[in-house]
Structure formats: structure tokens, C-alpha cells
């Protein structure tokens, strides 16, 4: 159905998206600081079960439905930086648990679904889904469900497993950072100012 070179072409061009900073960036990094390895691949699985999410819709012809409702748009946005507002002013205001000296115990169904939940209030992923991967079908091969399926299959597993490598990168950081002492206000300020910056972001963005 799709070409190894238009495959290969696609999961470069994925790769070059996910290394511009966004919510799930952000969010995966903390997690592996706060909950460790197995926080930061939990968060990781739920960025890739709302991208399977998102596919499955996306070849159901859902996502163009949702963005030609105007309201849809602005509804997604206004709710995401809500999130990410709220995330900010908890890592504000309980800063000495930041950066814990052993990782934090959570069950991992939770930071999973809250990854998830991250992921699917983002618009830009929605926007992502209906207008980047349709540029990759060849509507003359036929099949174009399956080719949306087959592309969305791809990113997920790139997605994941970058995303999982950021989840361990972050309980590096957490590490590094516990050798000074005003390490964890001083990360809590960084997060929620990028938090804030990528609300700011949302509630900016035009179609």
C-alpha cells in the first residue's frame, strides 16, 4: 500500500515534530523525574494509546467532522491550557516534591491515563493528525483507511519509544539535580514557567 521510501520519509519527518518542545515533552520528562523509569515509560504508553486514538479517528473520517465545527476548536484549546495552567500551579505550590530523592510511588494506571488525557486535550495533535498524515496517502493505491492506519501504527511506535527515552532522560535529571539543595524549587519555577509559556501557546493558536 505505501512505498518503503514514502515510509522512511514520513517517519523522518515524525522524528524532526517530536523533537520541537510541547506539552507531552514537558509532561513525560516530569513524570520520569517524579515516578522514575517505569513513570516515564508509563507516560510515554499514554502519549501512544492517544495517538492510536487519534489515528483510529482520523481514518474514520471523525477529526475533519470535529475541526468543521468551529466551537470544537477553541473548546480543545481553551481546555488544554486549563490543564496545563493546572499542572503549573501544582508544581508551584508543592515544590520540595519535584525532585524527590527516591522516585515517588504512583500506580502507573494513573500516570498513564493522565498522559493520555494530556495528549488528547493538546489541539495541535488533532490539527497533526487530520492535516499530516493524509499527506502521505496515494489516494490512487486505494485503501486509504488502511494506509492511515499503517502511518498512524508508525508514529505510534516512534512516538513511544522517543518519548520513553525522554521519560529515563528525566530520572537522569532528577539525579543530577539532587546534588544541590535548592534544586527542586528552582526545577518547580523552570516546569511551571514552561507549563505557563505553552498555555499561553494554546490559547494563541489559530487554526
Do not use: E
Not at 524549587?185 to 487554526?207: E, G, K, N, W, Y
Amino acid at each position: 500500500m505505501i512505498s518503503l521510501s514514502t515510509l522512511a520519509t514520513f517517519s523522518i519527518a515524525v522524528l524532526l515534530l517530536l523533537c520541537s518542545p510541547g506539552p507531552n515533552m514537558a509532561f513525560v520528562m516530569t513524570c520520569g523525574m517524579q515516578y522514575g523509569v517505569r513513570g516515564g515509560v508509563a507516560a510515554a504508553l499514554g502519549i501512544g494509546a492517544a495517538d492510536i486514538i487519534l489515528t483510529l479517528l482520523t481514518a474514520c473520517g471523525i477529526t475533519a467532522l470535529i475541526t468543521a465545527w468551529p466551537p470544537s476548536f477553541d473548546l480543545i484549546r481553551y481546555a488544554g491550557a486549563v490543564y496545563l495552567l493546572w499542572m503549573a500551579y501544582k508544581a508551584l505550590r508543592n515544590p520540595a516534591s519535584a525532585i524527590p530523592t527516591t522516585a515517588q510511588t504512583v500506580p502507573l494506571r494513573i500516570v498513564f491515563a493522565r498522559s493520555c488525557l494530556n495528549s488528547l486535550l493538546n489541539p495541535k495533535a488533532l490539527l497533526f493528525f487530520m492535516v499530516f498524515l493524509p499527506q502521505f496517502v496515494d489516494a490512487q493505491a486505494g485503501m486509504v483507511t488502511q494506509q492511515l492506519l499503517l502511518l498512524g501504527l508508525t508514529l505510534t511506535i516512534i512516538s513511544s519509544v522517543f518519548h520513553a527515552l525522554l521519560g529515563s532522560f528525566g530520572h537522569v535529571i532528577r539525579h543530577a539535580l539532587m546534588r544541590h539543595t535548592k534544586a527542586a524549587r528552582l526545577q518547580a519555577r523552570i516546569l511551571a514557567a514552561v507549563l505557563s509559556l505553552l498555555a499561553l501557546r494554546l490559547l494563541l493558536m489559530t487554526r
